[in-house]
């Protein structure tokens, strides 16, 4: 564990200890939980975006490879081929994004605080070294949080900019389809 006086930038705790009231304290455990707490509902929040994106990328691929063996169009074939390779890549990054999924969640483990050195002190010191003890920790999970859903979220952007770019493939490929189709029509009559 890292202590709050390394974490605050002082080499000893103990400079800070006559500084800081339990309000103070307080006020600290509060913020970090909030800190937490929101590293946590960004993780959630990016998974759930990668799921919503799976969902749609991954019967896209099937259906694209059915209609690839149904009804091969060689004329076609390579913008099928492209369009369900950006496919299936869509949702192997978006799967990458769901892998990402192990968040430091709130609350200290019990264990952590019945140490010796937490005995040591009585009352309102005992109190406040608990406290800090759980600020030092809540910052902690937050830092990891925070850099796990840097990675989510960079997964995602590029989950995105695919989307995009199937999206540009898609209608070129109906552009490519109803001109197809107008040539038809034009031979027929």
């Known amino acids: 564990m890292i202590s709050l006086g390394v974490l605050l930038g002082m ?14 304290a307080e ?4 913020q970090t939980e909030k800190r937490l707490q929101a590293s ?4 959630k929040q990016l998974t759930e975006r990668a799921v ?3 969902q749609f990328s991954i019967p896209m691929s099937i259906g694209l490879a059915g209609l690839i063996i149904s009804e091969p169009r060689f004329e076609l074939l ?7 390779i950006i496919s299936l890549s869509i949702s192997c990054v978006s799967l990458h994004v769901y892998d990402l999924y192990n968040l430091e969640y709130s609350g200290a483990e019990p264990l952590d605080f019945i140490r010796d050195e937490y005995f040591l002190f009585e009352g309102e010191d005992q109190r406040l070294a608990l406290m800090l003890s759980v600020v030092v920790t809540n910052q902690i999970r937050s830092h990891k949080n ?3 859903n840097r990675k989510r979220q960079r997964m995602f952007f ?8 199937l999206f540009v ?9 109803l001109l197809n189709l107008i040539s038809l029509g034009e031979m027929a009559s």
């Open 11 to 24: 080499e000893n705790i103990a400079e800070l200890w006559n500084d800081i009231t339990i309000d103070s």
């Open 52 to 54: 919503n994106v799976m």
């Open 169 to 177: 493939l898609g209608v070129f490929l109906f552009a490519m389809g």
């Open 27 to 30: 006020f600290l455990l509060e």
């Open 146 to 148: 925070e850099t796990i």
């Open 40 to 43: 946590i509902d960004v993780g």
């Open 78 to 84: 390579i913008f099928y081929v492209v369009i369900l």
């Open 158 to 165: 590029y989950t995105m900019g695919l989307v995009k770019l």
